[in-house]
């Protein structure tokens, strides 16, 4: 089966980092994705991960370890902005991605 | 450019009617994504298109869904005899090739009454 696990809520101090783990259990891996979706918006994408490591863009970072099939999205200094939902997305095999139910973050002031 | 399109952006309709929704990709765009996100939820996969290959109809709820696509253009998204439990934000989004992220259209809200 597929299954991709995320925390259902966080929540987490304007200008404070803050980590958002995601481990997955799926039939094929050929990438894994973080989207940011703000309430009543569409999904944008942040990252992609194919090999294991850090991947760094600005104040966002993400890790992948597919030996243990588990990925955290890093977001530093946080804005109020930031405050969305994180998608967690496993690309199975070809074109078809697997999303997980989403990390609603809430950055208090 | 221009991004995905989606069309309309809300329809309401009654209990047994049926819908379409409609989704225009970006131009070139191989692969196209249709899925289902309740209030609150995760985006539920409902089917995806590929190029000229037979589409993964894998996460189609039931046989009231289907949905078809011109090539690699329009395609629609059909609801027949709708249900409550229908009710959602459909969304379209678009690839330009394996391993690509997804662009996103702005999603159609569709409310059962």
């Known amino acids: 089966g597929q299954n991709i696990d995320q925390p259902t809520e966080m929540t987490a101090t304007e200008g404070a980092i803050v980590q958002i783990n995601c481990t997955y259990q799926?039939?094929?891996?050929?990438?894994l994705f973080w989207y940011q979706q703000h309430a009543g918006e569409a999904p944008t994408f942040l990252s992609y991960?194919?090999?294991?490591g850090l991947e760094e863009k600005g104040r966002f970072s993400s890790f992948l370890s597919r030996s243990k099939g588990y990925s955290y999205l890093l977001l530093k200094e946080l804005q109020m902005k930031d405050s969305a939902s994180y998608l967690c997305?496993?690309?199975?095999?070809?074109?078809?991605?697997?999303f997980g139910a989403g990390t609603r973050l809430f950055v208090k002031a | 450019g221009a991004g995905v399109s989606q069309s309309p952006s809300n329809k309401v309709t009654e209990k047994g009617k049926d819908v379409e929704l409609r989704c225009d990709p970006i131009?070139?765009?191989?692969?196209l994504y249709w899925y289902r996100q309740r209030l609150g939820q995760g985006l539920e996969f409902l089917i995806y298109?590929?190029?000229?290959?037979?589409?993964?109809k894998s996460g189609l709820p039931s046989d009231r869904f289907s949905a078809e696509r011109t090539g690699e253009s329009v395609s629609t998204l059909t609801i027949q005899r709708t249900q409550q439990e229908d009710s959602a934000v459909y969304l379209c989004?678009?690839?330009?090739?394996?391993?690509?992220?997804?662009?996103f259209g702005p999603g159609t809200r569709l409310t059962v009454l």
């Open positions: 989004a678009s690839s330009p090739r394996i391993n690509n992220e997804q662009f």
């Open positions: 799926t039939s094929g891996f050929n990438g």
């Open positions: 991960n194919v090999l294991d």
């Open positions: 298109f590929q190029g000229n290959s037979a589409p993964d």
């Open positions: 997305a496993v690309n199975t095999g070809g074109f078809k991605t697997i």
């Open positions: 131009s070139g765009h191989t692969a």
